[in-house]
C-alpha cells in the first residue's frame, strides 16, 4: 500500500509539474531569452543569429541575448542547450554542423535527434573557398597545383570538427585528393582575423562572413558552393564552373530548445521566426550577406526536423569515406 501510494503521489506530481510547466508558457515570455551562438562573436553563425533574433525579439515582446559558447566544432554549445532548463528561455541557433557532429564524433555529450525540440529552419547559405591575399594561385586550378605541390605546408583554417568550414575543407581536400594541415579555431570569426593577417593560407568560409571581404579584395575568392553565381559575386564562379562539382553545399540553419521545452512556447517561437524572415530588414541584410531567408513553411517544428534527419543520413556515408572522427 505504503508503495502504490509513493507510485500515485509521484505520478500526481509529475502530472503537476507538466500542467504548471504548459501554465506557464501560456504567458511565455515572460522574461529575457537567451540564444546561443555555438561560435565565436563576429563569425557567420554570429551574424545570423543576431539578425534574427533582433526581429523575433519584436514579436516575442522580449529581449533575445545572444551568448557565444565556441569550441569543439559547435558541440559544446549544442550541449549547453540540451542541458538547459527546457522552459523556452534558453535557445540554439546551430547549422548543418549538428547533423554533421552526430557521425564525425564517436561520442557527443547529447544525442542529437531526442536532446532538442525544434523551432524552425532559418536560411541556407552558400561558402567561398578564399585564400590569403597574396596567395599567387589566381584561380581554382592554380590553387589546387599549389596545394597539391605543398601539401605539408599548406594550412586551412576552420572552426573545429563539426564546423561548415570543416566540412567544406574535407570536400576539397577529399575532391583533390590531398590532405592539408588544419588549423582549428572556435569560430570563422577569428580564423578570417588570421587569412587576412597572412597567417593561415586557405579557408572555406560562409558568405554571411565572407561576401564583404571578397567585395573589398581583402582576400583570393576561387569559387562558391551554390548551384547558381551569386548576385553579390557575380564574378565568381561556381564550384561547378571550375572543377569541383564535389563542393557543392548549402549551410543551412536552424533554432533548436531542450527537449521538453513546452509546445505553447515552441509555437511562439516558430511564429516569431516566421515573421522575422519576412522582416524587409533581414531580407534585404540577407542578400547583402549573399543569401535569402528560408521560406516561411520551412520555419517550423517539422520542416526542421526533417532537414537534420535527411542531412544525418546524407552525410554519414560522406564521413565514414573521409574516415575523419572525433573523439
Ligand atoms: C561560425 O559562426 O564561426 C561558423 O559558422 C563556423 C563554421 O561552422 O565554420
Not at 548549402?250 to 521545452?261: E, F, Q, R, V
Request: proline share 6%; aromatic share 6%.
Amino acid at each position: 500500500m505504503k508503495i502504490l501510494n509513493a507510485v500515485l503521489g509521484a505520478t500526481a506530481l509529475a502530472a503537476l509539474s507538466l500542467f504548471s510547466a504548459s501554465a506557464n508558457a501560456q504567458g511565455y515570455p515572460e522574461r529575457q531569452i537567451t540564444m546561443v551562438v555555438p561560435f565565436s562573436a563576429g563569425g557567420p553563425t554570429d551574424t545570423v543569429t543576431r539578425l534574427v533574433a533582433e526581429s523575433m525579439s519584436k514579436d516575442l515582446g522580449q529581449q533575445i541575448i545572444v551568448e557565444n559558447v565556441g569550441g569543439a566544432g559547435g558541440t559544446l554549445g549544442a550541449a549547453r542547450v540540451a542541458n538547459a532548463e527546457p522552459d523556452g528561455y534558453t535557445l540554439l541557433l546551430h547549422h548543418i554542423g549538428m547533423a554533421t557532429s552526430a557521425t564525425l564524433y564517436r561520442k557527443l555529450p547529447y544525442d542529437t535527434l531526442n536532446a532538442f525540440e525544434y523551432v524552425g529552419l532559418v536560411t541556407e547559405v552558400p561558402m567561398t573557398l578564399l585564400a590569403r591575399k597574396d596567395m599567387e594561385a589566381t584561380d581554382l586550378k592554380g590553387l589546387i597545383d599549389y596545394a597539391k605541390a605543398n601539401q605539408d605546408k599548406v594550412t586551412v583554417a576552420n572552426a573545429g570538427i563539426g564546423a561548415a568550414s570543416h566540412l567544406c575543407g574535407m570536400l576539397f581536400m577529399s575532391a583533390i585528393e590531398t590532405s592539408l594541415v588544419t588549423v582549428p579555431y572556435k569560430g570563422t570569426g577569428p580564423a578570417m582575423t588570421d587569412l587576412l593577417g597572412g597567417q593561415v593560407d586557405i579557408m572555406c568560409d560562409q558568405t554571411t562572413n565572407t561576401t564583404k571581404q571578397i567585395q573589398a579584395g581583402t582576400v583570393k575568392a576561387y569559387a562558391v558552393t551554390s548551384p547558381e553565381r551569386l548576385d553579390v559575386l557575380k564574378d565568381l564562379p561556381t564550384v561547378k564552373e571550375a572543377g569541383l562539382p564535389q563542393m557543392e553545399v548549402g549551410i543551412w540553419h536552424g533554432i533548436y530548445a531542450p527537449k521538453g521545452t513546452p509546445k505553447e512556447a515552441i509555437d511562439k517561437l516558430s511564429k516569431a521566426l516566421q515573421v522575422a524572415l519576412k522582416d524587409p530588414n533581414v531580407a534585404a541584410r540577407f542578400v547583402e550577406l549573399g543569401t535569402k531567408p528560408s521560406p516561411e513553411a520551412d520555419a517550423t517544428p517539422e520542416a526542421l526536423k526533417a532537414k537534420l534527419e535527411g542531412e544525418i543520413a546524407r552525410w554519414k556515408p560522406v564521413i565514414e569515406a573521409a574516415g575523419q572522427y572525433a573523439d
